[in-house]
């Protein structure tokens, strides 16, 4: 089982080491748009989860390992194939890792199991958490994210907002559209949305959509409506920024050469600190092309990072 992969360029964290520190394809929820199949394992908790989960031994000396041929990590990040937080010792594995590395650690998590005070506990001793929210009712929830029984989005939302008073979170909204199933982008669920959002108060809100998986009936949102519920959330959510995850098929980076787009990339700097989602959307480059360059600058001494309440920033150096 690899426990850990990358470095990878991810759009909001840079240069990310994934840790997945579940057994393959387990998982709380069956959403309409996962990626990975229908071979998931639909689980409560891990008291249901048969196969053993690595230890936190086998995830730090993975880590560690990688950490020594990549120098270049911005993230260490928990995400994996299917939920993270199902592993009992995550805040184990998280003060391990501390011991060896100075880089943030965040987690990547469909939120079902903060509920859980101990879950709740361990989410919190990460640097940052990207937990997701797709639904603000029961029946839109039950829809999209089809949970396993006993699952409540208001328990799961009062779970993150406590989550949010303890370390910075970007809430991640998968919006997804259907000719033929309801979704959550009707007028009536995104009200749901920002009810829950208001509760919440995450330090930001990152508008997403989807890939469309083969076996399901459901599409991406076209960039012109994820826009239109961009401007409606801003205007009923004041001082939370919300942000779309640029459309990925629009990209300057196949037009221009690697030095001119490293090059626009400097010239940016130079003016502002950016994080890698500022200089994407700046500049129309693809969110994966904008961390492999940033990679390649930082490793050329032109650039700097730093991590400020939560948010990755890269400054410019100096040729
Ligand atoms: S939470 Fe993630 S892994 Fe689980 S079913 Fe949904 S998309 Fe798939």
């Known amino acids: 089982?690899?426990?850990?992969?990358?470095?990878?360029?991810?759009?909001r964290l840079g240069m990310s080491l994934g840790i997945d520190p579940i057994p393959k394809l387990t998982c709380t929820f069956d959403c309409v748009y996962?990626?990975?199949?229908?071979?998931?394992?639909?689980?409560?908790?891990p008291e249901e989860v048969k196969e053993p989960f690595p230890t936190p031994q086998e995830i730090t000396a993975g880590v560690e390992a990688a950490l020594a041929e990549h120098s270049h990590v911005d993230y260490i990040t928990f995400s994996g194939s299917g939920e993270p937080t199902l592993n009992p010792r995550l805040k184990e594995?998280?003060?391990e890792i501390r011991r060896f590395t100075k880089a943030?650690?965040?987690?990547?998590?469909?939120?079902?199991?903060?509920?859980?005070?101990?879950?709740l506990d361990a989410a919190a001793s990460f640097d940052l958490v990207l937990p997701s929210l797709d639904a603000g009712d029961q029946e839109t929830f039950l829809r999209i994210n089809r949970p396993s029984p006993g699952f409540s989005?208001?328990?799961?939302?009062?779970?993150?907002?406590?989550?949010?008073?303890?370390?910075?979170?970007?809430l991640e909204v998968m919006l997804v559209k259907s000719e033929k199933l309801r979704t959550n982008i009707d007028p009536d669920s995104i009200g749901h949305i920002i009810e829950k959002i208001r509760l919440i108060r995450p330090h930001e809100v990152n508008l997403n959509t989807c890939?469309?998986?083969?076996?399901?009936?459901?599409?991406?949102?076209?960039?012109?409506?994820?826009?239109?519920?961009?401007?409606?959330m801003e205007g009923e959510l004041s001082g939370i920024p919300i942000l779309v995850v640029p459309q990925r098929t629009a990209s300057r980076s196949r037009l221009l050469r690697e030095d001119e787009l490293k090059e626009?990339?400097?010239?940016?700097?130079?003016?502002?600190?950016?994080?890698?989602v500022d200089l994407s959307d700046a500049l129309g480059i693809n969110p994966a092309e904008v961390g492999k360059y940033l990679a390649r600058l930082a490793e050329e001494g032109k650039i700097d990072r730093r991590v400020q309440a939560g948010q990755l920033y890269y400054t410019f150096k100096g040729e």
Request: with cysteine; glycine share 4%.
């Open 1 to 11: 089982m690899n426990i850990v992969y990358g470095p990878v360029p991810s759009r």
């Open 34 to 45: 996962c990626q990975l199949g229908k071979k998931r394992h639909k689980v409560r908790g």
């Open 93 to 95: 594995a998280v003060e």
């Open 104 to 119: 943030p650690i965040a987690l990547i998590t469909n939120s079902s199991l903060l509920t859980r005070p101990a879950v």
């Open 153 to 170: 989005i208001d328990e799961i939302a009062k779970a993150i907002e406590k989550l949010a008073r303890r370390v910075p979170i970007w």
């Open 211 to 232: 890939v469309r998986p083969p076996e399901e009936p459901v599409d991406p949102v076209p960039e012109e409506t994820l826009l239109k519920i961009r401007e409606r």
């Open 264 to 276: 626009e990339i400097l010239k940016t700097l130079n003016v502002r600190p950016c994080t890698p």
